[in-house]
C-alpha cells in the first residue's frame, strides 16, 4: 500500500498552490482520503477530506472557500488545490486514508486523524507574506 505525494513548495501569500496523493495497493472508492497538515509546535489537524464513492467532501472552516479537494478515480489520485494562501498556512501536509466503512468523510473524521490506516509522506508547504 502506498500514499505518493507530490506538489507543495514554497510560494507568496495569496498565492496557490496544489497537491496531489497517489494511491495504490488498495480499492481506491473503498476509502475514505483525508489531507492533513502539521505546524511546528502545534498538533496535527484536518484539512480536507474525500470520500470517491458517494462524492462527499469536507473541508475545515480554516480552508473553507480557499482550498479544494477533488478526485480522480481512474488515477487513484486525490489533489488539494489551495488558493489564496495565507502564512498561517504554512505546515507540513500529509495525505492518509481510512477505510470508508469505518470513518466517513466529515468533520468528526478531521479530528481523528489517529484512525487513518495509510499515511504518505509529509510534504513541507511554506507561504511567505
Known amino acids: 500500500v502506498q500514499l505518493v505525494k507530490s506538489g507543495g513548495g514554497l510560494v507568496q501569500a495569496g498565492g496557490s498552490l496544489r497537491l496531489s496523493c497517489a494511491a495504490s495497493g488498495f480499492t481506491f472508492d473503498d476509502y475514505t482520503i483525508g489531507w492533513f497538515r502539521q505546524a511546528p509546535g502545534k498538533e496535527r489537524e484536518g484539512v480536507s477530506c474525500i470520500s470517491s464513492r458517494n462524492g462527499r467532501t469536507y473541508s475545515a472552516d480554516a480552508v473553507k472557500g480557499r482550498f479544494t479537494i477533488s478526485s480522480d478515480t481512474a488515477k487513484n489520485t486525490v489533489y488539494l488545490q489551495m488558493n489564496s494562501l495565507k502564512p498561517e498556512d504554512t505546515a507540513v501536509y500529509y495525505c492518509?486514508?481510512?477505510?470508508?466503512?469505518?470513518?466517513?468523510?466529515?468533520?468528526?473524521?478531521?479530528?481523528?486523524?489517529?484512525?487513518?490506516?495509510?499515511w504518505g509522506q509529509g510534504t513541507q508547504v511554506t507561504v511567505s507574506s
Open positions: 492518509a486514508a481510512v477505510p470508508l466503512y469505518f470513518s466517513r468523510c466529515g468533520m468528526a473524521t478531521m479530528g481523528r486523524y489517529y484512525e487513518y490506516e495509510y
